[in-house]
Structures are given as C-alpha cells and as structure tokens.
C-alpha cells in the first residue's frame, strides 16, 4: 500500500533492525533488550517512549514465560501499540462547520498540507475555503492560492505582510456568509518570538471566537518528521503557547526516524491526525497507529 511505501525508509530502520535482533539471539537477556532499545532510540522513538515499551516487553515475556527471541516479535509490536494508545484520534471538524488553524515553522509544510486537506476535503464534498493568514512570507499566499486554485476552492487573502488577524476576519465572515463547511487557515509560526506568536495566535483566537463562536475549532501543529526530536521539542514549545488539538507530521517518505510520530503520540498525549508520505495530494493521510506500525512490519 501508500502507507507501507511511504514508510519504506523507517521500516528498513526500525523492523529490519529488530529482526537481525530477534534471529540473532538465542536467548533473551539483558544484551537482547539493550540492542532492541538502541535501535528504538535510533529510529528516534525518545528514550522516554522506547524505555516504557521496553518495561512492557519485559513484562509481557515474564508473564507468557517465553524463553525464544523470535516469539518476542508479536510482543514488542503489541508493546509499540499500547503505548500509542489514545482515545480515538477525533476528526470532528470533518463532520460539523469548523475553522481549522495549522501553526508551525517554515519549511515543515503547513502550506502544502492546507493544500492536500483541501483538496481532499473538497473531493469528499465539502464546501471549502483556505485563508492565507501567513502573511510574512509572500511566497506562501501565492502558494496557497495555486493549491486552492488546483482544488477548486475559495481563498481568502491579502498583501504580504498584512495583519494575520485581518485575514482570518476577512475568512471567518466570507465562511460563514457563505455556508462553509471547513476552513482552513496557514499562519506563520515564529517560534524564535514566542511572546509574539502567542500574542498573534490569542488575537487569531479572539476574533474567530467573536464573528463565528458557533464554529468548531481545530489547532494543528505541522511538523517536519525529517527532524526527528527537534519535532518533538516543537510540538513541546508551541504546546505552551497554544491549546493543540493535533499534530500533522509530514516528509515521513523522506525519513528513516519515523518513529518519531510514536514518541510524539505517546510523550505529549497529543494525537498524531495526519502524517504526510509525499508531494502529491493523496500523499496526507489519516493517522492510525495500529496501522502505521503494521505498515512498518510488514
Ligand atoms: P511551510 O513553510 O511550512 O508552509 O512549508 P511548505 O508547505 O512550503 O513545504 C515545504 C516543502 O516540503 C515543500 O517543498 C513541500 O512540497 C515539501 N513537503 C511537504 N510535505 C511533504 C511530505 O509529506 N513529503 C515530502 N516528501 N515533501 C513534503
């Protein structure tokens, strides 16, 4: 599937890597669980998500009394999984009248996948519209305007360097005037001025809360999986400057770390609700985790 080739990258790091474990040893000590973990932390998992699911192997062996590293396979995937339990990631903004931020740096592709949603959305039926509220880059409006002429959406936008604020007005009144179903906003994340962002995002907040309470509202972070714990120390900062409701992890095809999205998961307790494996509109997917870690043992 998408899925598994989009994965390629991380499934040769983490399933290969454990599979020379599992068919290299005999038996099951300490030596066995030390490898297991390098190559967990290396697949950027984070100590903290590769300790807990090592923890949990060791017991789930203790309990079943098993004696082979080969039967430890079914256990650690199982291990993995649990520890990216959540509730259910909601995608509620899919179903009811939603306005749907996306914050993050530049470069780790909030414009792009404002684009793929829409396009995706749009194609479900959806009445869509896109703001082009990251004002500071000239280069993302035209961006953004390209992707929303190419999925055949309303865009609302002004010059380059305009206020934020503005833009998201001037789109929050257009949305609903125009009975639409999803919008969704590319802001500028300056994580270098964070008293600034918080400011720019309270302000965002405020005047979406004031012309259009009755909306459902979304805050997703965009990060860069190619970046492996620099995305997970992002998700960290700009969860002190505003309520996340989500992550959108992008260029996993690009990475052999992908393991990143389970340490984000299960270290922050933010849901992972979209990982993006390519360039193309298709290429954002729904995240899964029991899927995604399917995918990387197939
Ligand atoms: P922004 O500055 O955060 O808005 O980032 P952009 O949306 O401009 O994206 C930066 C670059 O990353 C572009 O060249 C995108 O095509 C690329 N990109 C975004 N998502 C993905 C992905 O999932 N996979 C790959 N391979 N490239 C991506």
Redesign the pocket.
């Known amino acids: 599937s998408k899925l598994v080739q989009g994965l390629s990258k991380t499934r040769n790091s983490i399933a290969h890597g454990i599979d020379a474990i599992f068919s290299g040893f005999s038996s099951i000590d300490d030596d066995f669980y030390e490898e297991l973990e390098e190559t967990l932390i290396m697949a950027d998992l984070g100590i903290n998500t590769t300790t807990a699911i090592i923890e949990n192997l060791r017991e789930k062996v203790k309990e079943n009394k098993i004696k082979d590293p080969s039967e430890c396979r079914q256990l650690l995937i199982n291990s993995m999984m649990e520890q990216m339990q959540l509730s259910e990631n909601a995608y509620d903004f899919e179903t009811r009248k939603s306005v749907v931020l996306l914050i993050?740096v530049?470069?780790?592709?909030?414009?792009?996948?404002v684009g793929k949603l829409a396009g995706q959305m749009k194609e479900q039926g959806k009445k869509v519209m896109v703001a082009a509220a990251?004002t500071f880059r000239a280069a993302?409006i035209e961006?953004l305007t390209e992707w929303a002429h190419r999925a055949n959406v309303d865009i609302i936008a002004q010059k380059e360097g305009s206020d934020p604020a503005a833009v998201i007005y001037d789109a929050v009144t257009a949305a609903k005037s125009r009975n639409v179903d999803i919008l969704l906003c590319?802001t500028a994340g300056r994580l270098h001025n964070k008293k600034n962002l918080m400011e720019e995002l309270k302000k965002i907040n405020r005047v979406i809360e004031r012309e259009y309470p009755e909306a459902y509202r979304e805050t997703l972070v965009?990060l860069d999986g190619t970046t492996g714990q620099n995305a997970l120390a992002q998700a960290k900062e700009f969860n002190e400057v505003a309520d996340i409701t989500g992550i959108v992890l992008?260029?996993?095809?690009?990475t052999a770390k992908g393991g990143i999205a389970i340490a984000i998961q299960s270290e922050l307790g933010i849901p992972v609700k979209y990982i993006?494996?390519?360039?193309k509109i298709d290429?954002?997917q729904k995240f899964n985790a029991n899927d995604f870690i399917n995918a990387l043992f197939q």
Do not use: P, R
């Open positions: 993050g530049n470069g780790v592709g909030k414009t792009t996948s990251d993302a961006q590319d965009v992008t260029k996993l095809d690009g993006g494996i390519g360039e290429d954002l």
